[in-house]
């Protein structure tokens, strides 16, 4: 904590507290929510507050119990013994099984297509010969802005004329779509600090353009891309109102299943998928940094 | 000329002869057709899957063919006719004959949906009308009224002859709690059906709360975070970008463990007997809970932008101001506030654009004070389907929304937009 300079009047002294306190507690609003729900998930209760045996840390009042649920949840013969037709069961019927691997195929079939195609549109604007950079700009980044729920009506009305409704394929581009922008702007951002002369001093040394691309562009804004991906990753993972619109129940995803969770029947399964989410998030969140970390000191060097 | 007696220049000439302006204005033309084949893919993409489909649905609010295509003679008398006259026997031959065709091709009951969205009450008629429509016989005006009295009354065919225009303002009327007429075009709906207007207000006023809030508790934390050694400040934003990381569903779920009337919060007010038990706050499922999930889940969306501005604000001014003599908190407004204007800009218009455009947290926490605008556009969508109607408030909330994102580029500029 930054010591308080000798001059500060006891006035001062009281509020820089107070301040600091009023920040804590903001905090607290910030992230108690996520952490509330990590407790709650080893309910053995089906309910969604504390009973007294868990304040009382009580072991009987713990479980896993909903964490075995996302498992067994819609499985045709849920209470057999362990085995390997135990786990093509669970594999093959588990609601929830099917929403995990349903999110994880969509989402990774989106993020390619979104880094793809956001990568390369990104280097182009980059470029100062680019015409209508501007206006271009905006409506490659509008799907960010567009309230969901125009954006998921129009599709639903427009694929459903080209019979893209209720498939994969419709949900993969909706979620690449929204994806985009994300991709555009972290790339974009690396590529504002790149200098040009670098491409220059490669093709003056004999590179083509294909080498310059590779040894020299690609290595600085890789940390820009990855970041991209990892939100357009983000972005489908969690999206819900275009699968609300586009989907049929054959492509539900795990923020699909939630939805009809908290909607029908509101159980602590939810929490442990939740408790799940929330692990997941902090390893996106890791690698995020680390990449930020790797790009400064890439930057680092390149500026000396 | 006065001067054409001096020889021109002999142009300057690139290697292979081709003089050399020429020879830039090709390099020139090579390097934007690149850049412009690099943006192209993600072009077409974005056109194909998301400008073209939101512009068709727009379409929709302003053109619908329902009922001409399905009642084309009755179209043609309908346009003829100028709404004000009795209607006469050519009209209710048209509308004989055309139901005859409904009623075997089993059209009827679009037609009949399109004319009760624009006159309510009338769906039975059309439908219990076409069933007798085979066995009746000329003069078809008594035969017709004869089946339901409700033919003799001008306002059923002045509704179909408005639902019989394919271009109509009447969606954009309804969405803005008025009725379009054949004799008086634009009234206001009475008072007791407004619903539109109220919910356009409604979501502007939760919006803005939502983004005052956001203010409110984002300032002094992107201040304590642009303030405090990097070391600190990096640790303390992964309490910012963590629920930013989160899943929105799950933050909804956890406001509903925390809100809800057997919820953390009240558990504890009965429990430190500051509420009985029979008293419980309902804190969710109303106006309450969707403001403070939407705080909550916007919040990062406000500090991140403050931050990165106050990141650039350099302390010494703080100092000069202090050391010529101003108050902490003269320093304070004088000098360091206007210079975060640029941060409020951005975050404020930020979390009011995503704001007012929210729809799952109000259809989860909402109940029925708290529905968005967006909830009525789905509800339109799904349940009603009254496309038309559903693309009409689609189309206000989506002018509003683009002004937003004008005046964002403007105040912050798109390329400006940073993620965490």
């Known amino acids: ?67 075995g649920d996302i498992l067994r949840n819609g499985m045709m013969a849920p209470d057999e013994a ?71 009506a129009g599709m639903f009305y427009f694929y459903s004329q080209v019979h893209l409704s209720q498939t994969y394929l419709g949900v993969i581009m909706a979620h690449a779509v929204l994806g985009t922008p994300f991709v555009i702007i972290t790339v974009t951002a690396t590529l504002v600090g790149f200098d040009k002369s670098l491409v220059r001093a490669s093709q003056s040394l004999g590179a083509g353009a294909l080498t310059t691309f590779y040894k020299v562009q690609m290595p600085l804004i890789v940390p820009g891309v990855i970041a991209g991906g990892l939100f357009a990753f983000i972005t489908s993972f969690d999206e819900v109102v275009a699968v609300l619109f586009l989907a049929s129940p054959e492509q539900r995803t795990i923020p699909r299943q939630m939805w009809s969770g908290i909607r029908e029947q509101i159980s602590p399964t939810i929490l442990a998928v939740a408790t799940l989410l929330v692990i997941l998030s902090i390893i996106l969140l890791t690698i995020l940094e680390l990449l930020r970390r790797r790009s400064e000191r890439l930057r680092g060097i390149s500026n000396t | 000329m006065a001067d054409s007696h001096i020889a021109p220049l002999e142009p300057i000439t690139a290697a292979d002869g081709t003089p050399l302006k020429k020879k830039l204005a090709q390099a020139l033309f090579r390097s934007k057709v690149r850049a ?198 990096n640790l303390l934003m992964i309490m910012v970008l963590l629920p930013f990381w989160t899943s929105l569903l799950v933050r909804t779920t956890a406001w509903i463990a925390i809100l809800q009337s057997q919820g953390v919060i009240n558990d504890l007010l009965v429990t430190f007997g500051i509420t009985a038990d029979d008293s419980r706050f309902s804190l969710i499922y109303n106006m309450t809970g969707t403001i403070i999930a939407m705080t909550h889940i916007l919040l990062p969306f406000m500090i991140l932008p403050l931050y990165s501005v106050m990141k650039t604000i350099p302390p010494s001014y703080m100092r000069a101001a202090r050391s010529l003599g101003a108050t902490p908190t003269r320093a304070f407004i004088k000098v360091y506030m206007p210079q975060t204007i640029p941060g409020v800009g ?71 937009m940073k993620l965490g």
């Open chain 1, 1 to 67: 904590m930054a010591k308080l300079p000798p001059y500060t009047s006891t006035g001062e002294y009281i509020w820089h507290y107070i301040y600091r306190g009023i920040c804590g507690l903001i905090f607290l609003f910030l992230i108690l929510p996520i952490l509330v729900v990590l407790p709650l998930s080893f309910n053995v209760e089906p309910y969604f507050s504390f009973t007294s045996g868990m304040l009382n840390f009580d072991a009987e009042a713990y479980s896993l119990r909903w964490y």
């Open chain 2, 346 to 416: 951005a975050g404020g218009l930020l979390v009011f654009i995503l704001a007012i455009g929210y729809y799952i947290t109000p259809a989860l926490v909402g109940g029925q004070d708290g529905q968005l605008i967006s909830n009525m556009i789905a509800y339109h969508m799904q349940k009603s389907l009254n496309w038309s109607l559903a693309a009409a408030l689609g189309g206000i909330l989506l002018s509003g929304v683009l002004l937003l994102y004008w005046a964002y580029d403007r105040v912050v500029g798109i390329d400006n």
């Open chain 2, 36 to 233: 412009v084949s690099l943006v192209v893919p993600l072009f077409a993409f974005v056109m194909v899957s998301f400008v073209i489909p939101i512009f068709a649905l727009m379409w929709q609010g302003v053109y619908n063919e329902r009922f001409s295509k399905y009642t084309p003679n009755l179209t043609e008398q309908l346009t003829s006719w100028d709404g004000l006259t009795e209607p006469d026997e050519a009209l209710f031959a048209a509308l004989v004959a055309d139901l005859v065709v409904a009623k075997k091709e089993r059209t009827i009951g679009r037609i009949a949906t399109r004319v009760n969205q624009e006159y309510p009450g009338t769906r039975s008629l059309f439908t219990s009308t076409a069933r007798k429509a085979k066995k009746l016989t000329p003069p078809f005006k008594e035969s017709v009224i004869k089946v339901n009295k409700k033919w003799a009354k001008i306002e059923v065919w002045r509704a179909m002859k408005l639902t019989s225009q394919n271009l109509t303002p009447a969606f954009y009327a309804t969405a803005l709690d008025g009725r379009y007429t054949v004799d008086q075009g634009f009234v206001q709906q009475n008072e007791n059906r407004q619903i539109y207007v109220t919910l356009f207000w409604r979501t502007f006023m939760i919006s803005a709360s939502v983004m005052g809030l956001c203010l409110l508790l984002g300032y002094p934390v992107a201040y304590l975070l642009a303030t405090l050694p990097l070391r600190t400040s």
């Open chain 1, 82 to 152: 362990f085995s390997w037709a135990w786990v093509s069961d669970t594999w093959d019927n588990s609601q929830w099984m099917r929403a995990i691997r349903n999110s994880f195929f969509i989402g990774i079939c989106a993020t390619l297509l979104a880094t793809a195609l956001g990568t390369l549109a990104a280097i182009g604007l980059a470029r100062s010969e680019m015409p209508y950079r501007r206006l271009i700009m905006s409506i490659l980044i509008s799907p960010m802005i567009v309230p969901l729920i125009i954006t998921a």
